[in-house]
């Protein structure tokens, strides 16, 4: 199971959905362009030494992704508001990449196309959205406990 993330716009947030993966034993994708620099403060004070535990890779463009992704065999689960499937009813595979969109709109028109499986969180309908790292977690959550790829627990002595 990888994490994505789709042109993220906000450093705090990424650093904190990228030590997310590190801790789970994940790796990442990070779709550019980000509305940031990886040397951004606040980028690196929300991932703090975790970024350097997590490895990352990043795509010049969405179809870079693709191609990569697919050259795998990988599913994209998109996960997303405008979803009919609720995370809870979906079947998660264990090398399903799970994409979370950009914070200011979302994931664009061919993303949304390209993804063989779209969740949502379920919310009050007359609330908007989820913070991105907390959608992710909880959604990551179920897949990792439906596939078995949590981290063992207590670790190893
Ligand atoms: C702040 S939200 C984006 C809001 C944006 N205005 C839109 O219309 O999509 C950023 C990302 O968090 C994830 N997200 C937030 N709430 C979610 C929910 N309830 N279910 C699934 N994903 C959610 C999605 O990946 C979304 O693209």
Redesign the pocket.
């Known amino acids: 199971m990888r994490l994505a993330l789709y042109q993220p716009d906000i450093p705090q947030n990424a650093g904190t959905l990228l030590r997310l993966a590190a801790c789970m034993g994940l790796a990442a994708d990070i779709v550019e362009p980000a509305g940031f620099p990886v040397s951004d403060r606040a980028f690196r004070r929300a991932g703090l030494d975790y970024l350097e535990k997590v490895s990352v890779v990043r795509h010049a463009s969405f179809a870079a992704f693709e191609a990569r992704r697919r050259a795998e065999g990988s599913r994209l689960v998109l ?3 405008r ?1 009919e499937t609720s995370y809870l009813d979906a079947r998660f595979a264990p090398d399903d990449v799970l994409m ?8 664009p028109p061919e993303v949304h196309d390209a993804a063989e499986l779209r ?3 379920p ?1 009050l309908p007359e609330l ?3 913070n ?1 790292a907390i ?1 992710a977690a909880m959604v990551l959550s179920e897949a990792l406990r439906q596939t078995g790829q949590f981290p063992s627990w207590p670790p190893p002595a």
Do not use: I, K, P
Request: glycine share 10%; proline share 0%; aromatic share 0%.
């Open positions: 996960l997303t508001t979803a979370v969109g950009r914070e200011s709109v979302g994931a969740v949502a969180v919310m908007r959205s989820l991105v959608a």
